[in-house]
């Protein structure tokens, strides 16, 4: 697996604050900081307002709705994105804290891999420090960070809570903003003799350094220990081995490992691992490998199956292909939308929604009496609709059997045992299930 295809989650977060919030003078007051969004590259820049419905971006619209960014007394807030690849996302907000008034630029960008694209990581990372420039000749800048984001939630401040003057540097990133208070603080020449890639001041007497020349590499060796030499050398009471080490674990993270998934249940297994996210990926990743689902054990030998007992045996075939199966769609259409195509890629979907929301445990029994019919039936319709399988109907429900060769499948056995507990929608999944009765199939069929 590729770096970029592991770490697809991430995404760039820039981060800028400053002690004067132009909101505070309505619209006008925030037109200088429109005019720095405006000059941000074509590839980046966000073109729709986000209120309470989607609008195209442009000055007009804003100042129409400007009311919009109103949160309650001491809060306003302007949310913008972008409607095409790649993803971006900035946030403005003016509020009232206890320190004083704050404005924050909040600029998140996705993937994460857009920066480190060949031949374009410096043009992509000089857009971004053209923009912090922008933004500096109009507003004085207090304190700011850009960096990977899923970095930035393992380290000890990630949201940056506490942005008082006082607050202490925990950490050091890609890219950094120390507004006045921080260059008196530390002073101006040890700030300046700070071990970094680049330095320079901007207006208002903030000064904007860089640990690497772009952020493309912001988890390699060479850049941990140029963000722990500058942490050290700004708080020189921190040992460098230490915050080194620290960082060399974060680095973990983002470095790919096998995926050796069972393949029955590898796309399962693969959307839980995105859903919970890079920052735990390698661990699950370690974990899911050792995983192994128990053999699929529901079904009969076809000589040991009983016939059908219903009084009408195509009216019963009848309800499993269309109520059976409508239901299903019914119940899960949004959650799980491959559901209304009809193909097999549903199938890997609906185990990990049923998996991940526990059904098997967190539902109440009328709501698996309505599952439980509804998913038998729509797996029984797969076995017989793509693998040549011819139902037998019976009127214990569990006896109802697919016969495929010479071996009678048991779906609505396979549902129960589905929904039977915490687990079980992966342990007893639909896909696996699909999966054995499809490799007989082939067997019997050559």
């Known amino acids: 697996m590729s770096l970029d295809d592991w770490n697809k989650s991430d995404d760039l977060m820039l981060g800028l604050h400053s002690p004067l919030n132009p909101f505070e003078r309505g619209f006008e007051g925030l037109e200088p900081v429109l005019e720095a969004i405006e000059s941000l590259a074509p590839e980046m820049r966000p073109d729709t307002l986000v209120f309470r419905r989607k609008r195209k971006y442009s000055r007009q619209a804003l100042r129409q709705h400007f009311h919009e960014t109103a949160f309650g007394d001491d809060v ?22 206890e320190h004083g008034p704050e404005f924050s630029v909040s600029f998140h960008l996705s993937p994460f891999s857009f920066f480190r694209a060949p031949g374009h990581a410096e043009k992509r990372a000089e857009a971004l420090l053209s923009f912090v420039r922008a933004l500096a000749t109009h507003l004085p800048l207090s304190l700011g960070r850009g960096h990977s984001f899923v970095d930035l939630c393992m380290g000890p401040d990630p949201h940056m809570k506490d942005r008082s003057p006082s607050r202490p540097i925990h950490e050091i990133f890609w890219l950094n903003v120390f507004g006045p208070h921080l260059v008196d603080r530390f002073g101006r020449q040890r700030l300046l003799s700070t071990p970094c ?11 904007l350094w860089l640990t690497r020349p772009t952020p493309a590499d912001f988890d390699s060796e060479e850049a941990r220990l140029a963000q722990a030499r500058a ?12 915050t080194l080490a620290t960082l060399r674990q974060r680095s973990l993270v983002f470095t790919p490992i ?12 693969s959307q839980e691992v995105d859903f919970r996210g890079l920052w735990t990926k390698r661990q699950n990743v370690e974990q899911f490998n050792q995983y192994r689902p128990p053999p699929v054990s529901e079904w ?3 000589s040991q199956c009983p016939p059908p007992d219903v009084d009408d045996v195509a009216k019963r075939i009848a309800t499993y292909r269309n109520i059976c199966a409508e239901e299903l769609i019914a119940l899960f259409h949004t959650p799980v939308p491959a559901l209304l195509d009809g ?7 609906l185990d990990w929604y049923l998996w991940h929301h526990r059904w098997g445990k967190n539902h109440t029994q009328d709501q698996l009496n309505t599952l439980l019919p509804a998913l038998g039936g729509w797996l029984g ?17 569990f006896e109802s059997a697919v016969i495929i060769g010479d071996r009678a499948w048991l779906p609505f056995q396979r549902a129960a045992h589905a929904l039977s507990g915490l687990d079980a929608p992966l342990d007893y999944s639909c896909t696996q299930f699909f999966r054995e009765a499809q490799r007989f199939s082939r067997q019997h069929t050559h």
């Open 76 to 97: 306003q807030s302007l949310m913008m994105v972008r409607s095409k690849p790649p993803e971006s996302r900035l946030t403005l907000t003016g509020a009232l804290r």
């Open 197 to 207: 890639a680049h330095m320079e001041e901007l207006p208002g007497g903030a000064f």
């Open 231 to 242: 942490l050290v050398h700004l708080r020189p009471e921190l040992s460098l081995e230490s």
């Open 258 to 269: 096998p995926i050796q998934f069972h393949p029955d249940v590898a796309e399962i297994l």
């Open 300 to 302: 009969i030998p076809a």
């Open 343 to 349: 193909t097999l890629d549903a199938l890997p979907h």
């Open 381 to 397: 319709y797969q076995l017989v609709n793509l693998l040549g399988g011819r139902w037998v109907p019976r009127k214990n429900v």
